[in-house]
């Protein structure tokens, strides 16, 4: 098992890494606050591991939500029925939330556990590689409403996050490359060494070997849990964790979430924001053939789907009016190094969205 | 003007109290963090003190969401009619949420301002006697749900607390007398030369001299700001400004919220706290001949309702069950001080809930 701290002073907390930790107590116990657990999880979920889980946590009052699979249960209807939950068992202030599942479950459960008597502890066990890599580490919680994603959440660190690979192995190959997305992200933007480490390892990492899958969630932990350290809120650095993100969020706000997954979207993200890069001269035009090699070696998508530049275009300005009120992209600078950009002119933006026009 | 400073290191704020502050645009200016600011407020108070506000905030871009009064607008479904109100003006992280009304308004636009984004600026403008002194301060948000008051919520810290005493000289007495019972708890718990000073000067203050009215005010928040400073989340000392609030609650449970306010279900739960304190030989009983006679003074009732003590019990056993393991009961021990006490015999407690008996 590898553990690693996220330093946030009182709000410190581990995350560790290893195979088989669902289904063990003496892992769990110590991140538990009081005598009651309320588990949040989905239906497919709690098939494969609600069993391990509940063994563990024999010696509690465990109550039990689980949700349909998907993203439209990350809402405001669904949150409700979480905080029914917690009241019909009288579940108080000692109350710990724990959420197995993915990113929807781990974000829906965390805010409730942010919100319910002004915040509970919180126990995240991501149970896909996305999670494991980025949803689960540091501490952003939210759901969607009709008019974006994640506009209403909280921060809210969890005690403990548990990552057992276990849980990866029961993954669609689909689902599993999606995380590579997030992973590469990570060496693109943070840290030369993992990219090229990637470029050597895409074989182990595909074929879910132990050993390089413990090592890569660590590294990419690590780095995380480095840029949450500095920048908990977001009001800096943190925003380089979003490289690839804007171009992503427009291409699944473009095609209607959940025809593409999240990592699927950011992959291609990736693969524009590097072009745009090049454009602007940041970057070397090598690293974006690097880039498309090892996005296509992970199985995943370079290009964003023929939906036109245009209408990608008018998604991002959507986001922009939303989120803040200037378009700033994350763009790589070199390989394992990024910065934000508030000042990239329209025509070399056009020129990247173009290829949204198809072929 | 009387100005103090609530400490929280990052999260420090000032609470400004005077006489026509509403309408002074460079009172407000250096707490709104951008050039958007969201205006919650309730119909009675936007008849009174929109105009001047507006007039206030020309230069910036302001949306307005003007509720229904009461308490059942601190829902959830009203919460998201915040968000809707928010997203349909494209307001995005650098938006400031301003509440201007009671603890009703302050407690859900504040829940709000936790909550968009993941949390934005917030000030509160209270124009309640009860809220400038008490809900106003200290960074509690919160809605309700079906199962209790106040389950849901954040802690979430204005940018400021701007009190306008100015606001008060158009409240109905029987809401101003309300106030008057959150003043005296702060005498009674926390500072026996406050209790002294109303029981010589409550004619002023009833009369709503604005010298009485800025002093008493600051005072409290004073008062308040300390205890806050100390155990902002409420692990400990703060526990001691529920003074006569499990008996309140209790109260207003038992009768459906609304028939009570909630400052006067206070007043009746500062004598039973009292009454019980000296049965347990805590205080001299000449003590609860003085806190009668001052919530007397105050136009306060000191009795509670006679809906039965069993039925005061059981509701008191309702908010023990979802808000703690056991029944916590703060006490006065003396003038001025007050502790928490868990080993309250039932005999005791059960004698002084007798008063719900009726007469």
Not at 115 to 120: A, E, K, P, S
Request: charged residues 20%.
């Amino acid at each position: 098992m590898h553990a690693l701290n996220v330093p946030l002073e009182a709000r410190s907390y581990p995350v560790l890494i290893g195979r088989g930790l669902v289904g063990r107590a003496e892992i769990l116990a110590p991140y538990i606050d009081g005598r009651q657990v309320l588990v949040v999880t989905d239906e497919v979920v709690a098939q494969l591991w609600l069993k391990p889980l509940r063994a563990a946590l024999s010696d509690y009052e465990v109550a039990l939500h689980v949700l349909p699979s998907g993203e439209d249960q990350k809402s405001l209807e669904t949150l409700t029925t979480v905080f029914d939950v917690l009241a019909e068992n009288h579940f108080n202030r000692d109350v710990t939330v724990l959420a197995l599942g993915g990113g929807v479950i781990g974000d829906l459960a965390g805010f409730a556990a942010a919100c319910w008597q002004r915040g509970v502890g919180f126990i995240q066990v991501p149970t896909t590689l996305l999670s494991q890599v980025d949803a689960a580490v540091g501490g952003k919680t939210a759901v969607n409403i009709p008019a974006g994603k994640n506009l209403v959440g909280a921060f809210h660190q969890p005690n403990a996050v548990i990552a057992d690979i276990a849980t990866l192995s029961t993954l669609g190959r689909k689902e599993y490359c999606a995380g590579l997305g997030e992973i590469i992200k990570y060496g693109l933007g943070l840290d030369a060494g993992l990219f090229e480490w990637l470029e050597s390892n895409m074989d182990a990492v595909l074929d879910r070997e132990p050993e390089a899958l413990e090592r890569v969630i660590y590294w990419c932990c690590a780095l995380k849990a480095a840029v949450v350290a500095e920048d908990e809120r977001e009001t800096g650095r943190r925003a380089l964790l979003n490289l690839g993100h804007s171009f992503g969020h427009a291409i699944e706000a473009g095609i209607s979430y959940g025809s593409w997954l999240h990592g699927e979207a950011v992959a291609a993200g990736l693969f524009m924001a590097t072009e745009l890069a090049a454009r602007l001269g940041m970057v070397d035009r090598e690293l974006v053939g690097r880039v498309e090699a090892l996005l296509e070696a992970a199985g995943l998508p370079t290009r964003p789907p023929p939906i036109g530049g245009a209408r990608l275009r008018s998604m991002m300005s959507m986001d922009k009016k939303i989120s803040s009120g200037q378009l700033r992209l994350v763009l790589p600078e070199g390989l394992g190094r990024s910065r934000v950009r508030a000042d990239v002119p329209d025509a070399d933006l056009d020129a990247v969205l173009a290829l949204a026009d198809g072929p």
